[in-house]
């Protein structure tokens, strides 16, 4: 996982910078070994901390690469209290009103021990949350003050299923359509924490219909297009 880790960021950013760095293993408790190792935040800080310091100081790749290795080694000499990891479900909330909900979507929702949501129609889903369970907001609201940043969100899925819980990803419509999906896929499976894709009613498909006329029609609209409209000069028609 430390190669990994660190391959992660060199691909992404060609000069891995210490700060990038430092966050991302700060933020994603199951990440890296040895922070899954150690009890407790303080704990887990101060060992990513000693990390940081090492990669810092080494002064080629060659030599980073022996900073991790060195920490995985030591991780895996330690006893380690982690529970078994929980696992993720990127679930659909369906357009809004609670009654286009699956059904499954209810029942993972009704046993969920954490339920991150977003602010896209899928409160009214949060009904069916069990007594007890956590419910976490990270909405984004095209990057408002206070808006969650994407990895936040990721770096929070695996450390809640780090925990060992059991964990609903909740997103309005359905995750396949113009949702940051992948971004949390790659995430989880960085991570190791097995997730599940449960769709919901897009948007898309459920406007025209609840505009009383279908979206397709076997002779005027044999078939249709989704489009996003961030840009839509950049959009190929041809």
Not at 47 to 58: D, E, F, M
Not at 131 to 138: D, E, H, K, S, T
Not at 181 to 194: P, T, Y
Not at 218 to 228: E, L
């Amino acid at each position: 996982t430390y190669y990994h880790s660190y391959s992660y960021l060199n691909l992404n950013t060609h000069r891995p910078c210490c700060a990038v760095i430092q966050s991302y293993i700060l933020m994603s408790a199951a990440a890296l070994p040895a922070a899954k190792a150690a009890q407790g935040f303080a704990s887990r800080k101060h060992a990513c901390n000693s990390l940081l310091v090492n990669y810092k100081s080494a002064s080629c790749h060659g030599q980073r690469r022996q900073v991790f290795a060195r920490a995985a080694a030591a991780a895996s000499q330690q006893p380690s209290s982690n529970p078994k990891p929980g696992k993720c479900w990127l679930v659909g909330a369906g357009p809004g009103p609670a009654d286009y909900l699956t059904l499954k979507a209810v029942r993972l929702l009704e046993s969920a021990d954490v339920i991150i949501y977003d602010d896209l129609g899928s409160q009214d889903a949060l009904s069916f949350a069990r007594p007890g369970a956590q419910l976490l907001y990270v909405g984004k609201r095209g990057g408002r003050e206070g808006s969650a940043a994407q990895y936040q969100i990721d770096a929070l899925l695996v450390e809640q299923c780090g925990r060992g819980h059991q964990v609903v990803r909740l997103k309005g419509g359905c995750p396949s359509v113009f949702s940051r999906v992948a971004s949390e896929i790659a995430a989880l499976s960085q991570a190791g924490i097995e997730f599940e894709l449960v769709p919901g009613v897009s948007s898309a498909l459920a406007a025209p219909l609840m505009a009383g006329f279908p979206l397709t029609h076997v002779t005027h609209a044999p078939s249709f297009t989704v489009v996003s409209a961030h840009a839509p000069a950049s959009t190929d028609w041809a």
